[in-house]
């Protein structure tokens, strides 16, 4: 390192993150072991692929960390630098000082005991915090994105309730809301509340009665949304994408304290006039529906880097997923078709836990007796317009555009029943793959009766759920990988398929008991908490079990980023020199929990007596 002096610094401060978490014990641990440092402009701090032995706390001036000749975070006082670099021992890219840089200097040792006996340290350290990755250009938005989805709903700009009489006529109406300057007014009609909108007023003048004659409760919606004050935007956020509204109310208890809406949470955020779910919702055209479409990665990057957790990317992506694939369909298939069909998405998408666009999986069911002349040609726009929006084809061609994946459903019947009972070698991974569809347009009537005819027709049947389950064993590795995982120090280095070994047994074990059991939900984790429920599984097991999913998602979206950034194509391969000290230690945990849950699966079903 260049330029190393010691200099007098201010005495170590333990007001922010992380060392805010710290107990007495560890904050004298780290006053005894930490040293000051100070480098000159343009030092090197760190150079790529070095040995790295400590990590630096800024007190002044600003570093740039240097990636692939390209600048991708600038930190500056108050900042944790190098810290998975050091827990790592080696660094990822070039760190320099921009100006007269002083920092406490953090030995890897110090990090260690840190990172074992301090949970709330480790959580921070290794939660993808956006100052460690963010584009300097982009920090400040970054930042004031979390602030949006991490703050309180009372704290972002919530209105007070304006309420009118539901007698009243939407003439008067508009006019007190003209007088408040506002886009709604709460509805009393009795002892319910209502509220009505200028989108109402849209619809409301296309009635045939006079609108200075209409009562207000006539036009006004009753089935209102709510959230509580101290719950967070991001859950706002959800409940207006999954619902289709605008507008939530906030109460306290009965109390109606407030009206949010998707405007005053885009106000909190002054560089984001828009949400990803607006455009989408506001998409007259394929063309511009693909706009929206093309800011879902970045979208999910920021939110990663912001340190949101996994699930919570994850169930926003899903709900992003749906909405867009719904408003697609709508845009292209005619009015009758999507009547008369059910479009699907499955696999991990069906689920909500693909993040990232990785391939394609949908279907598309026909109502018995419709007639089917022009449909492949809308579903083969719709595929091919998907691939342009970023969505890989599915390798196994598993989407609409095929033919097997677009039938009435007499016949999707009749594929049904060769999965569940037939010799075709790719049928348990199908219906696999179907079990985790879920409907965004259309009838939903059509999938369920699809399920329906499943659930029926395996009422009884041991043997197909043992033989359906030992897929989850279809990808095991041989006791010598637990070696090489743990020993492994270089030379010919491993690579750890995470979907392989380290998801699909949890999801498709998971599923089983799901099946077997008739639970509806379609998420793993919402799934193990209902297989608890009814003491179906050991609570302990599903804790574990969800702990090292979220685990295995964060490392896979981890890993497929830094992919794309290298400019490789995404896949679930990940080399085990791209993990620090710790991310390694929970695989192995992860890897021990799996492996505990494939041996519950082969006692629960039997499997070692087939």
């Not at 619902?243 to 109390?255: F, I, K, Q, T």
């Not at 059509?446 to 990808?475: M, P, Y």
Request: aromatic share 6%; proline share 5%; with cysteine.
């Amino acid at each position: 390192m260049d330029d190393l002096a010691t200099t007098a610094l201010p005495a170590f401060s333990f007001a922010s993150a992380p060392f805010d978490a710290l107990t007495p014990a560890e904050r004298t641990l780290l006053l005894a072991s930490v040293e000051p440092a100070r480098f000159a402009p343009g030092a090197v701090l760190l150079a790529a692929d070095a040995d790295v032995s400590h990590a630096w706390l800024l007190v002044q001036g600003h570093v740039q960390l240097i990636d692939a000749g390209e600048v991708i975070a600038i930190d500056g006082p108050g900042d944790l630098c190098a810290a998975r670099a050091a827990l790592g021992g080696r660094a990822s890219g070039l760190l320099r000082a921009l100006d007269d840089v002083q920092a406490w200097q953090i030995p890897r040792p110090t990090l260690q005991a840190l990172i074992a006996g301090n949970p709330g340290f480790s959580a921070w350290v290794f939660g993808g915090i956006s100052h460690r990755l963010a584009d300097a250009s982009r920090r400040q938005p970054r930042r004031e994105f979390v602030s949006l989805m991490a703050a309180h709903v009372r704290d972002a700009g919530m209105r007070k309730p304006f309420y009118v009489d539901g007698g009243l006529d939407l003439v008067s109406t508009c006019r007190l809301m003209a007088q408040q300057s506002l886009r709604h007014a709460l509805v009393r009609d009795g002892a319910r509340v209502g509220m009505f909108t200028t989108t109402d007023l849209r619809d409301a003048l296309l009635l045939p009665a006079r609108p200075d004659e209409l009562a207000v409760r006539e036009v006004a919606r009753f089935d209102l949304i709510a959230v509580a004050p101290d719950a967070q935007v991001f859950e706002a956020l959800q409940l207006m994408l999954r619902h289709r509204v605008h507008r939530v109310l906030v109460r306290d208890g009965e109390a109606i304290v407030g009206v949010i809406s998707q405007l005053d949470l885009m106000g909190f955020v002054s560089t984001h006039s828009n949400l990803v779910a607006l455009q989408i919702e506001q998409a007259s055209s394929v063309a511009e529906l693909k706009q929206a479409a093309l800011q879902m990665d970045a979208l999910v990057v920021l939110l990663h880097n912001d340190g949101i957790r996994v699930e919570l990317v994850s169930s926003i992506v899903h709900e992003l997923n749906r909405k867009l694939l719904a408003r697609l369909w709508a845009i292209l298939a005619p009015a009758d078709l999507v009547a008369n069909s059910c479009l699907l998405v499955m696999g991990s998408e069906g689920r909500g836990e693909q993040i990232l666009k990785t391939d394609q999986d949908n279907a598309l069911l026909l109502r018995d007796g419709f007639p089917t002349a022009g449909v492949q040609e809308v579903t083969a726009v719709f595929s091919a317009a998907l691939i342009e929006f970023g969505y890989p084809p599915c390798p196994g061609n598993i989407m609409v555009s095929n033919p097997l994946w677009c039938q009435p459903v007499s016949g999707f019947k009749q594929s049904l029943r060769r999965w569940m009972f037939g010799a075709d070698p790719e049928g348990v991974m199908h219906l696999a793959i179907f079990l985790d569809a879920l409907a965004v347009a259309g009838d939903p009537a059509l999938l369920q009766e699809a399920r329906t005819f499943i659930d029926k027709g395996l009422v009884g049947n041991d043997v197909f759920f043992a033989r359906f389950v030992s897929a989850a064993d279809q990808f095991s590795e041989p006791g010598s990988w637990w070696t090489r995982l743990v020993a492994w120090r270089g030379g010919d280095e491993p690579a750890f398929d995470l979907k392989k070994l380290g998801t699909f047994p949890v999801v498709h074990g998971v599923r089983t008991l799901a099946l077997q059991h008739h639970v509806a939900e379609l998420g793993t984790t919402a799934r193990l908490r209902a297989l608890v429920d009814r003491k179906q599984l050991p609570a302990q097991m599903a804790r574990d079990l969800t702990e090292a999913l979220h685990f295995l998602m964060v490392l896979k979206l981890d890993n497929n980023l830094r992919q794309r950034r290298s400019g490789q194509p995404a896949n679930n391969l990940v080399q085990l020199s791209t993990l620090g000290t710790l991310e390694r230690e929970l695989m192995k945990d992860s890897l021990a929990i799996i492996k505990a849950f494939r041996q519950h699966l082969r006692l629960h079903y039997r499997l070692d007596f087939l």
